[in-house]
């Protein structure tokens, strides 16, 4: 059996909102006969913040990407973890990454204390955290590799946005210099919007940002001056602020971040099964094994209707809908290739920086099987096309 070489450790600075706890001294190395991995650290916090959520990620190329799988982890990870010195993680890199032989590893580890600020009202903390993002049952082509990435905190609609969101702000926004495609759709108050194309999402959040006394984060050019108000404009990157306080789609990252709810690796935000007690989709039991049913059951009418927003629990972040009821657009330009590109895997990705035919939605719906419900299924469309299955829900800094 050959050995893993000892691996070295890197510490990457992630902006919080108060003092951070400080990891260092990483040291970790393969255990002597065996496919388990010994990582030991030390963790202090001058606010003294306890307990600590931890998370681990691995590079092998030498800290370009961390797309090595890190799933099966015990000791001091995860939530709960108390301050102190020669902390203690055991990863199984025979599970994880069996077969492997590399001289180029190295280790990444953010502890988080959960410090955050008050939430603006029906929005959520999603923490700074390490995740593996992905596909990690391999059943999805374009969802792999699986590959760490850092991604810092942020607030998130606990909901998509619904009919009673969108009339207030889109109304207010007639009025104030901008335009849509369409005006929406909706099942009722307390349902989301449906029939919204890209443009219209992109709009939407500025004129939300400026009803509320915020900067906005969308531009018509890289210069950043003119508010993105009107027409359909093939915004990139370099047209976006993202340092404003403002509201905006969230990258895909982001939502599969959040999507998960602090669960790494399973299929759906709460596990690798799914039934119609638990998400608004077309279940179909005979086609996939980890569909519970019953068959071609969805909210309503036999796959005619959205859910209220708030019909299924939550997942752990305090988030509904992440799988089933509308499409959720976000952001990013769609590459069917993107997450084996080395940029995929830098701090804080935004997507493909050059322009794609498609923009990315996640989450599935009302009409889609559990399939699309997964936390890493990813779809695309032109972002100029509206859909009855289609919606969204917004993210901003602080």
Known sequence: MQSLPVLLATL??????????????????QRAGTHLVDIYYDVADADGNSPLTVYVAVSANGGVNFNVP??????????????GSNQHIV?????????QFNNQCQVKIIADDGTAPPAPTGMVYIPAVLFQMGDTFSELADAMPV????????FMDKTDVTREMWIDVYNWALGHGYSFDNSGSYAGNNYPVQTVNWF?????????????GQTPCYYTDASQTTVYRTEQIAI?????????????LPTETEWEKAARGGLGGHRFPWG?????????????????????????QTYGQNGQNTSPVNNYAPNGYGLYDMAGNVWQWCWDWYNPTWYGQPAASADNPHGPPTAQS?????????????????????????????????????????
């Open 12 to 29: 990457v600075a992630v902006p919080v909102l108060a003092a951070p706890p400080v990891v260092s001294n990483i040291r970790a190395a």
């Open 70 to 83: 890190v799933f099966t982890l015990t000791g001091a990870v995860g939530p709960g973890v108390t301050l």
């Open 91 to 99: 990863w199984n890199a025979g599970t994880d990454w069996p077969g």
């Open 147 to 154: 590959h760490g990435v850092s991604v810092s905190a942020f």
């Open 200 to 212: 219209d999402a992109v709009k939407w959040c500025n004129a939300r940002s400026e009803k509320n």
């Open 236 to 248: 990139n990157n370099d047209c976006v602020k993202w340092t404003a306080n403002g509201y905006r």
């Open 272 to 296: 690798d099964t799914i039934s119609a007690s638990q998400a608004n989709y077309y279940s179909q039991p005979s086609s996939y094994a980890y569909d519970l049913g019953p068959a071609g």
């Open 358 to 398: 498609y923009r990315v939605l996640r989450g599935g719906s009302w009409d889609h099987d559990a399939y699309s419900a997964r936390c890493a299924s990813r779809f695309s469309y032109s972002p100029s096309y509206a859909n009855y299955k289609f919606g969204f829900r917004c993210v901003r800094g602080f």
